[in-house]
């Protein structure tokens, strides 16, 4: 195959030059061969260990300054300029005159930088970065960790944030905790807390197994501060500028590839603002669930499996969710005082932003002040634990209980007598159901005409069409399928067309 590249070279430097793809005849008359493969590879071990970073097979790079880095995807265009700042490509040519054999130097050109780009998608050795921050975490073992890159988790440390010192002064705590938020008019102590526990969730969430639940600001009537509680002062505090805002749209396609966009631009706070008045998104159900969001991005042929690393929160006037969402929700009630909540002149900080500013610093030492006190105590769990997310309210309701908080979360049964409409509503139609039909098999139809003598389930009925409202219907029954319901399960038997019966369940 011939020497690598370099040998024989009269300057004594080829050696630092890399070989395009392809044949070439070196000075002394050798044949060599050089792969693509091969040129990719070296390419890729001559460059800095943080030159790329991988999002799933996606190679891409840090760039900005400190405390406001980002990971951006690398183009071929990219790579030309990567490659040609580290490393030196280079070809053997023959001088036209004296028919000497050459090695010259060749800036990188875009096939060549394809082919580096390539084989980073899977290469070993390349970074894998599943989650990039700019405020202090906690990683796996509850260490904190440093600035910089570790395992995954890079640490982009802004220069105001420097030497933090946990504040362990339970009392101390309490008092910023409580001057943070003082302008808010929260229902109740159990609102407030669930905030503080939102606050703590995406500076614990990379030292737990499993997911986050999403926190719902909820209010009767519009103007309340809402958005600014999600905006300024959550997102101002954990990130030092806004929550990033996303709507939900009526099509799950688009919801899907905007969570999408989001987790790949390695946002880490998630703002679904003004909700409609009635949510039901099995793209959000998937999101809150799992660890992985799997999906397609525009421009890609396959799909993107991306860490879920999102702390989603919500906010609309009286909200009401499916059970499948509302079991899923930690609700924060805010209650204005007046009926025009616009119109208030009583703030303590009328310049909430500005507050939030000079109090970022102290607030951050104040959470993990929270947590040092915690691991101090040897990590108690919180034995109120939400399910699907147990990992998750183990450990901040634990935080919080040590630092004597203990209202978190006691107001989610109130929030879900009145978060989903329809549950109680199944309960009667099940009965009904029960009393006119008995353990008789019937269909969709039979069903839903009876919801209708009954004045059940208005939101099915108020489609236009026989079609549209058995397509509403037949999914709400489909969603209650061999769930229990009372004494009774709901059993399909898919024959001709699919058909319906209760089976009592013994002991309920």
């Known amino acids: 195959r011939g020497r690598p590249a370099g040998e024989g070279d009269p300057d004594g430097d080829a050696g630092e030059y890399i070989l395009l793809p392809g044949p070439h005849k070196d000075d002394e008359d050798e044949y060599i061969e050089r792969s693509s493969a091969e040129f990719a590879a070296e390419v890729l071990s001559r460059l800095p260990d943080d030159a790329i970073y991988r999002r799933d097979f996606i190679p891409g790079e840090i760039i900005g300054a400190p405390g406001r880095r980002k990971w951006v995807e690398l183009s071929a265009d990219r790579m030309r300029i990567v490659v040609d700042s580290h490393v030196k490509l280079g070809k053997w040519v023959t001088h036209r005159q004296t028919k000497e054999q050459l090695l010259l130097y060749q ?93 703590l969730t995406p500076i614990v969430t990379p030292a737990l197994d499993g997911n986050r639940p999403m926190h719902l600001l909820n209010a009767p009537l519009e103007r309340t501060g809402k958005s600014k509680l999600v905006n300024e002062v959550f997102g101002g505090i954990v990130t030092g500028r806004d929550t990033p805002s996303m709507q939900i749209t009526d099509r799950e396609e688009e ?162 007598k009145v978060a989903n409409p329809h549950g109680s509503e199944m309960e009667t139609f099940v009965e009904v159901w029960h009393e006119t039909f008995g353990a008789a098999e019937v269909t969709a139809l039979e069903l839903m005409n009876l919801a209708e003598q009954n004045g059940l389930f208005g939101f099915v009925f108020a489609r236009n069409g026989i079609a549209a409202r058995g397509s509403v219907f037949g999914k709400l029954l489909t969603r209650h399928v061999n769930a229990p319901i009372g004494q009774w399960r709901i059993r399909q038997r898919k024959a001709r067309q699919a058909v319906y019966r209760l089976e009592e369940i013994h002991g309920a």
Not at 119 to 141: D, F, I, K, N, Q
Not at 176 to 194: C, I, M, Y
Not at 307 to 334: C, D, F, H, W, Y
Not at 378 to 395: H, I, K, Q, V, Y
């Open 255 to 416: 919801r899907e590839k905007r969570i999408l966009a989001m987790l790949l631009q390695g946002e880490t706070l998630m703002h679904l603002d003004n909700l409609p008045s009635y949510i039901d998104s099995p793209a959000l159900a998937s999101l809150l669930t799992t660890q992985r969001f799997l999906g397609r991005l525009l421009g890609y042929s396959r799909n993107v499996s991306l860490p879920n690393n999102l702390t989603v929160v919500g906010s609309g006037n009286n909200v009401q969710a499916s059970g499948e969402i509302a079991k899923r929700i930690v609700p924060i009630m805010i209650e204005p005082a007046s009926a025009n909540p616009e119109a208030r002149t009583d703030f303590q900080h009328p310049d909430i932003r500005a507050h939030v500013r000079r109090q970022r610093r102290t607030v951050l030492e104040c959470l993990l002040g929270l947590v040092e006190n915690w691991l101090a105590a040897g990590r108690p769990t919180c034995t109120d634990r939400l399910g699907g997310f147990e990992s998750w309210s183990e450990a901040v309701g634990g935080i919080l209980q040590v630092n004597g908080l203990r209202a978190w979360r006691t107001n989610e049964g109130e929030w879900r």
């Open 107 to 199: 800036a990188c050109n875009k096939d060549a930088a394809g082919l580096v780009v390539a084989h980073a998608t899977g290469a070993a050795g390349v970074r894998e970065l599943s989650l990039m921050v700019s405020y202090p975490v906690y990683g796996p073992g509850f260490e904190l960790v440093q600035p910089g890159w570790h395992d995954g988790l890079f640490y982009d440390e802004p220069d105001e944030l420097r030497d933090l010192r946990p504040e362990t002064d339970c009392e101390v705590i309490h008092n910023v905790l409580h001057d943070l938020v003082v302008d808010f008019p929260f229902k109740g102590e159990a609102d407030r807390q669930n905030f503080f526990g939102l606050l």
